[in-house]
Every structure is written in C-alpha cells, then in structure tokens.
C-alpha cells in the first residue's frame, strides 16, 4: 500500500513537471507572438527608416521652397519695375538716378552693418565657447600632422641605425690593441738585444784583462 502511495506521488511529480514545462512554453509562444505583433520586424524597421527620411527630405524641400519665396517677394518689393525712361525728360532721368544712388547707398550701409553685426556675434560666440571649455575643463585638440607611412619607416630606419654598435669604431678600437701589442713586442726584443749586448760587453771586458 505504501509502494503504491509512493509511486502515485512519483508520478504526480512528473505531471506536475510536465504541466509546469508546458506551461512555460505556452507563456513564451504568447510572448512570442505578442512581440511579432507588435514589435517592429527588420522588415518594418526598414520601412519606418525609409518613412522617415523621405518625411526629412519632403521638409527640407518644403523649407528651402519657402525660402526661396521669401526671397523672391523680398526682392519684388524692394525692386520697383522702372518707368519707360525713353519718355522721360532729363530733369525726370537725373531724378531717377538720384533715387536709384540714394537707394543702393542705403543698401550698402544696411550689408555693412548686418556684416559687423555678424561678426560681432561670431565673435561673441566664440568668447562664450571658449569660457564653457574653462569652466568644464575639456581643450580642443590641437590639429595633429598626418604623416605618411614611408617616412614612418624611414625615421624607424633612421632610429634603429643610430642605435646599432659602432663597428668602425670597434675595428679601429681592434686595430689599436694590435698596435700595442707591436709595441710590447718590440720592447721584449729590445731588452733580450741589450742583454746580449751587455753579455758580449762584460765577456769583452774580461777577455781583455785576462
């Protein structure tokens, strides 16, 4: 009865595990599911991305359309169209003249300022980024030279060559110890010679007393 018992837990276990498994992986098929549903697919990634540029590039058409306008209207009523000067007097066309100089001098004093008005405020601009970069403590970067590979390599070339040993140097270092070692020769020869000389001296000496 209990080996009963028993196997009857086992395998209410197992079902238990086995609905639990089950369980598990219908939650990940719905999850699954509600993604692809909702979620954005590579497909509708691409499609969104493509949307949007074109909404990007319709608005910067529109904008520079409208400038475009802006400035033409700008120019329409600024540019009066000129009366028939072949009709006019002389008095009538040194009138006109005078009209057109005084309005291109009020022109030119007008650019004039807007340019000192925009460089002053370049200026200013530049005042202010330079005080940001202070107080945050970030510098530009200083622009940095390209240098090309080759003379990359010639300057490892020229580095390693200075840095190898001296061999003319060592050879004549060499040849200098050669020299001296002549010379020591020369002075064992010598003494043996003096030696014998003093010999043949005091067997001369004696010989003659004798």
């Known amino acids: 009865m209990a080996d009963e018992d028993r196997s009857l837990t086992e395998d209410e276990k197992k079902a238990r ?21 909702f979620g954005l697919t590579p ?4 499609k969104l991305r493509l949307l949007i540029m074109k909404m990007a590039t319709d608005n910067l058409k ?46 030119e004093e007008s650019r004039y300022d807007l340019e ?4 002053k405020q370049d200026y200013d601009i530049n005042e202010l980024n330079i005080k940001i970069n ?9 622009s940095l030279k390209k240098v090309s590979k080759a003379e990359q390599k010639l300057n490892k070339l020229k580095k390693a060559k200075e840095d190898e040993p001296n061999f003319i ?10 020299k001296f070692a002549l010379k020591e020769e020369q002075k064992e020869e010598e003494k043996i010679n ?11 000496e004696h010989k003659d007393e004798e």
């Open 169 to 178: 140097n060592m050879a004549n270092l060499k040849q200098a110890t050669n």
């Open 134 to 142: 202070d107080i945050k403590g970030k510098f530009v970067k200083p």
């Open 116 to 119: 000192l008005r925009v460089r």
């Open 17 to 37: 595990k086995k609905a639990d498994r089950e369980r598990k992986r219908q939650e990940a098929r719905d999850a699954a599911e509600k993604k692809k549903r």
């Open 43 to 46: 497909e509708k990634k691409r």
């Open 62 to 107: 529109g904008e520079q359309q409208r400038r475009l306008e802006a400035r033409k209207n700008y120019i329409e009523q600024r540019l009066k169209p000129l009366d028939d000067v072949s009709s006019m007097s002389d008095a009538q066309l040194k009138s006109l003249c005078q009209e057109l100089h005084n309005q291109l001098k009020t022109t």
């Open 194 to 204: 003096f030696r014998d000389q003093v010999q043949l001296k005091s067997a001369k």
